[in-house]
């Protein structure tokens, strides 16, 4: 026989002043089963909470309603209190009598009735309450960081210096990322391979890192604290063990003519190939897309001169699979191709060229070796154009938004422009200047005033060619929409950062959601920037939207906080509000039919199948199973099912309908 | 084979060598030509700057009279009566109020269904297989395209090429042998409506592109719209002495260009009726 | 009080919401007759935007109204998609409604005008009509005078006009669409 106190809260006036809490106390005293049923001002108060825990104590209650504010609100304080007391915390529930009545409703009789109403309706599910335990889930504690640009190995550092085994994974062949192809960084001019290279190296170093490169995610299965990821690694067609990165076999490789990816296509590099010298690892890769003996069967001058014979071209790709307890996303951005743009002639004229084709001209490490010299004739321009907002902010051509960090990156451009052509001419059409960052106004400002760049506010129409020299359409806005000609030698694009290649392939390898230019999205845009709607999965860097270096390394030590927060403990707590499959009396029995419509309706993937066996280990029956760890409790399957097999732990069909009950009768 | 034909105002007047050289170059191909019956003027630009329900009712009635002459498909060589008519038409499909309305005024059924072809659509459907065969005098010279404003805009509507650096005639030159160059002024305004009323600006506009064209080398600038003919040609010496030089570039038709190629005499293409006479052919 | 909004009427009638626009000045820059103009396409927006009704009277009594050519340079490369041709075509129908076409530009509204007209009596354009009637309404006679013989020498200026049979339905054409 069930024993439940009801206590019912006056919230100051919060409650009161509408509700009639005496009369709701008196009322619920009434209801079978009610032990005891008392009004208090403040019940979430130390004298509050004392009044429960005595009448647990004394009354022996079995369960108790609260009915005072939201259970958001107060819910873990009065479960606490009655845990203290001996009651199972689960035996204790909230009425929200606030933001469901008070608030809501006139003073009056009526008022005070629904009160009382969902005071009953409480009391009959109670009854039915069961003690529940919240549930431990172990942690693996070692982190998979997806992308070697400065976002993972930045995470990748952190986590692994808190003493966390991290994983981190590359798609291309070395780690570095954009960061590793710009010339020098904005505010300050740093060079940004300076100060790169040497975290690259960290990586490679650490003992807590294992770094693959040239390696994709394949699979990720499982849930927080607890994924196994399966990844590819693609063949490299070079034994790492052996090779010595001596570099023989690229100086010799017959195929030259591949545009760099690396140079942004103002360069060549080889079939077999390391991205750029201070590559890490530093070690080449074969391109089979290239390699005239993937493609023709002939050729192998590298395996011939290479001194260790590391050459390996049957080596197929290769998957390991990987227990992991948290996920760090750091897969960057893209530089968007201005195809689109046939107004200004890119990849139509060759002088006209992006903005990170640009770094690698400027970059000590370049085609040019930092020299600015047109692609078409490697001459130096003498007037050279930049155009702002190429992509972004343009809604016609499919990108609204503002990619962020090309009035600064342009405005670097200028700069570094005026300081290696002492007689150039440099001009920025821009809408407007965004240089919102600790020393970003000042840097602009700079360029104008202290290097001469003629910053004109106005878009360009159209930019065509004529007697080898790129003819500018522009306008000056503030002079009224004045018509500028400029005759530049070449011109720079501003173009818009887009979503990784693969972006949405990998988002729904690994259920988290992006928004529609396919940038991971985050949680919750204030207070989760780092957290995917995903537990256990965190995001960091240009992969969630365009952003520099400095918000990236923040984000990404953000993430990696996160993640060494996860692996403080050994064991994950849950609310044990989760799907339960009916087993009556033995084990052996279950209502459910292993139809699997449930795993079909799960979003979560939390359904397993659960083979039931006779004492002989036969298998006698295959039915479902929830795995508690990933069922975030929705209810979804419920519904679904079809033989009334599963319930949710704390809010089982029969508990419902007898709240329903409650309120009908009455 | 038989296809509906509107000629439209200029062609039967300032650009009578359009008309020509069009039904010659179809003819060549054992296709005629048909004009709509009773066709009226398309309303041009005049009508849309200044009212607007008259600039739909007046290309509206050439698409009624087409229909009631049967037709399937019309040839509308003058790219500013391709513009009026397939804007038209767009805009009627769009809103059945507007066609009930127009229907009414005109006293006529619209169905809406009429294929639109402008001449290198015309073209290419019927006469581009045929093409390479036919030529007979290649048309070997290094010319410049020019589209104007009226053939590609608005792109949504008149879904014909690109927008920027379009290439439908360019291809067809170079079919007939032509090295057709890239320039800076394919798709620029030549101050088009403004021949009469503000011959200074036409003098300016289409000075930049005639100057272009002369400045890269074009032996002729090849068109396909009468007005932007008249403009470049007909106003040449306004032109010129606006530039202050004495450029001779000649203004073809692409019809005349190809009906020369496949073998069609001066005459037939009505080449001496260009104020700029070619000094080649 | 009600403020009279010009900004919501171009709104309903020509669907163009002229807050869209940023300002950026591509059609200016695009444009081939910006320099002409009194105010250029991006300006136009601007002072469409202060809904300030001198700012909207002196666009009504503008040169640009009427140098626009509807080339639609401007609309196919505004990355706000704003169909200023259109605008220009609704402000023009308002200049005349408020009977405040600019002076200089009365010449290309008589040939707007002629140019009806002669569509009108005829159903197609008749050029020497045209000009005619241009001339007339502009009083601009020697114009052209050198260019004439030589038209006419080769066969692009027919004496008689080309005629449509059914003059009625023209007729009725032009009554029934009239503001």
Not at chain 1, 415 to 427: A, F, I, N, P, R
Not at chain 2, 12 to 21: F, L, N, P, R, V
Request: proline share 5%; glycine share 6%; with cysteine.
């Amino acid at each position: 026989m069930s024993k439940i106190g009801v206590f019912v809260c006056h919230c100051g006036e919060n409650i009161s002043a509408t509700v009639d809490c005496e009369k709701v106390a008196e009322e619920a005293s009434k209801i079978t089963g009610v032990e005891v049923s008392v009004d208090y001002k403040y019940m979430c108060s130390d004298p509050g909470q004392t009044m429960i825990k005595e009448a647990i104590k004394e009354k022996g209650l079995t369960g108790v309603v609260v009915a005072a504010c939201s259970p958001r609100m107060h819910e873990p304080t009065f479960r606490k209190a009655c845990s203290e007391a001996g009651l199972n915390p689960y035996m204790c529930e909230m009425t929200n009598l606030r933001e469901h009545c008070s608030w809501v409703h006139e003073k009056g009789d009526q008022t005070t009735e629904k009160a009382i109403d969902l005071v009953r309706m409480l009391v009959e599910k109670t009854k039915l309450n069961k003690p529940l335990n919240s549930i431990k889930v172990p942690i693996h504690k070692k982190a998979l960081v997806i992308g070697g640009g400065i976002a993972g190995i930045q995470s990748s550092l952190d986590i692994a210096n808190a003493g966390h085994q991290v994983i981190l994974v590359e798609k291309d062949p070395s780690i570095g990322g954009h960061m590793s192809q710009l010339s020098e960084t904005f505010p300050t001019l740093d060079c940004s391979q300076c100060i790169l290279t040497p975290r690259m190296v960290e990586v490679a170093q650490h003992p807590n890192i294992t770094l693959y490169t040239y390696a994709e995610l394949e699979k990720l299965e499982g849930f927080i604290g607890n994924f196994k990821a399966t990844i590819r690694l693609k063949a490299k067609s070079v034994d790492p063990k052996l090779c010595t990165g001596c570099g023989v076999c690229y100086s010799k490789c017959p195929t030259k003519k591949i545009p760099s990816e690396f140079n942004e296509g103002l360069g060549l590099r080889t079939a077999i190939y390391t991205p750029f010298p201070q590559a890490v690892p530093n070690k080449p890769v074969i391109d089979k897309t290239n390699c005239t003996y993937y493609t023709k069967g002939k050729c192998k001058v590298c395996q011939k001169v290479c001194p260790t014979g590391a050459i390996d071209f049957d080596r197929p790709d290769e998957f390991i699979t990987e227990d992991i307890g948290a996920v760090v996303t750091a897969t960057g951005f893209n530089v968007l191709k201005p195809n689109f743009f046939p107004e200004y002639g890119y990849g139509k004229y060759k002088d006209v060229i992006t903005g990170l084709q640009f770094e690698r001209l400027a970059s000590a490490s370049g085609p040019t070796l930092g020299a600015i010299r047109r692609p078409s004739d490697g001459t130096e321009p003498k007037k050279i154009v930049f155009i702002a907002c190429a992509g972004s902010r343009d809604p016609a051509k499919g990108l609204p938004y503002c990619s962020k960090i090309c009035c600064m990156y342009t405005a670097k451009h200028a700069m570094l422009y005026q300081h290696k052509v002492h007689d150039g001419e440099s001009y920025v059409f821009y809408m407007d200047i965004r240089a919102a960052g600790k020393n970003y106004e000042e840097f602009v400002r700079r360029a104008i005033e202290d290097d001469g760049v003629n910053y004109v506010r106005g878009r360009v129409a159209r930019v065509y060619e004529k007697d080898g020299k790129l003819i500018v359409k522009g306008v000056d806005t503030l002079l009224g929409g004045k018509p500028v000609e400029i005759e530049a030698d070449m011109v720079v694009l501003a173009s818009a950062g887009v979503a990784s290649h693969g972006a949405e392939e990998l988002a729904q390898k690994m259920h988290i959601s992006y928004d529609p230019y396919k940038f991971f999205a985050e949680a919750h845009p204030k207070l989760k920037p780092v957290e995917t709607n995903t537990a256990g999965i965190f995001l960091c860097g240009a992969c969630q939207a365009p952003k520099d270096i400095p918000e990236t390394v923040g984000m990404a030590s953000g993430a990696a906080a996160k993640v060494i927060g996860l692996f403080s403990n050994s064991e994950l707590t849950r609310e044990p509000v989760v799907a339960v499959v009916n087993r009556i009396a033995s084990h052996e029995v279950s209502t459910c039919v292993g139809c699997f419509l449930c795993e079909t309706a799960c979003p979560y993937q939390a359904i397993v199948h659960e083979e039931i066996k006779n004492r002989a280990g036969e298998v006698i029956k295959t039915v479902a199973q929830v795995n508690p760890g990933l069922c975030q409790g929705c209810g979804t399957c419920v519904s679904f099912c079809r033989s009334k097999s599963i319930d949710i732990q704390g809010f089982s069909n029969e508990q419902m309908y007898a709240e329903v009950m409650a309120v009908l009768e009455a | 084979m038989e296809i509906g034909f509107y000629p439209g105002c200029s062609l039967k007047g300032t650009s009578s060598e359009y008309a020509q050289s069009t039904l010659a170059l179809a003819k060549a191909f054992d296709i005629n030509l048909k004009e709509i019956t009773d066709w009226n003027c398309c309303g041009a630009t005049a009508a849309h700057n200044l009212n607007h329900e008259l600039a739909m009712a007046l290309p509206a009635r050439v698409l009624a009279l087409a229909e009631k002459d049967g037709m399937t498909e019309i040839v509308v060589p003058c790219a500013a009566c391709y513009n009026r008519l397939t804007v038209t038409q767009h805009e009627l499909n769009q809103s059945e109020e507007l066609r009930d309305k127009i229907s009414e005024v005109l006293q006529m059924p619209l169905s809406g269904n009429l294929q639109i072809l402008n001449v290198m659509q015309f073209i290419d459907k019927y006469i581009t297989n045929r093409i390479e065969e036919k030529v007979v005098k290649p048309f070997e010279h290094k010319v410049v395209c020019y589209y104007g404003c009226l053939l590609v805009r608005p792109q949504d509507i008149l879904k014909f090429d690109r927008l920027e650096d379009p290439q439908s005639m360019d291809t067809l030159m170079k079919k007939i042998g032509a090295d057709s160059m890239d320039w800076g002024y394919k798709t620029e305004c030549c101050g088009a409506g403004f021949s009469v009323s503000r011959t200074d600006i036409v003098a300016k506009l289409s000075g930049k592109i005639v100057k272009d064209a002369s400045d890269r080398g074009a032996e002729a600038i090849i068109v396909a719209c009468p007005m932007c003919q008249s403009n470049l040609d007909m106003r040449r010496p306004q032109i010129n002495s606006y530039l202050q030089m004495n450029i001779k570039t000649p203004v073809m038709y692409i019809t005349q260009a190809m009906g020369l190629a496949v073998g069609l005499s001066k005459e037939e293409v009505g080449l001496k009726k260009l104020f700029v006479a070619p000094t080649f052919a | 009080m009600e403020k009279e909004s010009y900004i919501s009427e171009i709104r309903s009638k020509v669907g163009v919401n002229v807050n869209r626009c940023y300002q950026c000045g591509k059609c200016s820059a695009g444009c081939a007759l910006a320099e002409d103009m009194d105010y250029p396409p991006s300006l136009v927006m601007r002072m469409l935007q202060t809904n300030d009704i001198s700012n909207y009277n002196s666009l009504l009594q503008s040169e640009t109204i009427w140098l626009c050519v509807s080339c639609q340079n401007c609309l196919t490369r505004c990355p706000m998609e704003i169909d200023i041709p259109q605008l220009m075509d609704y402000m023009r129908e308002k200049s005349i409604e408020k009977k405040s076409i600019n002076k200089k530009s009365s010449q290309i509204v008589s040939f707007h005008k002629a140019f009806l007209d002669s569509v009108k009596f005829t159903g197609r354009l008749y050029e020497i009509g045209l000009v005619a009637g241009y001339k007339a309404r502009t009083l601009n006679l020697l114009q052209d005078m050198n260019i004439a013989p030589k038209m006419f020498s080769k066969g692009k200026l027919p004496i008689l006009p080309e005629m449509v049979e059914d003059k009625k339905q023209i007729a009725s054409i032009f009554s029934n669409t009239k503001k």
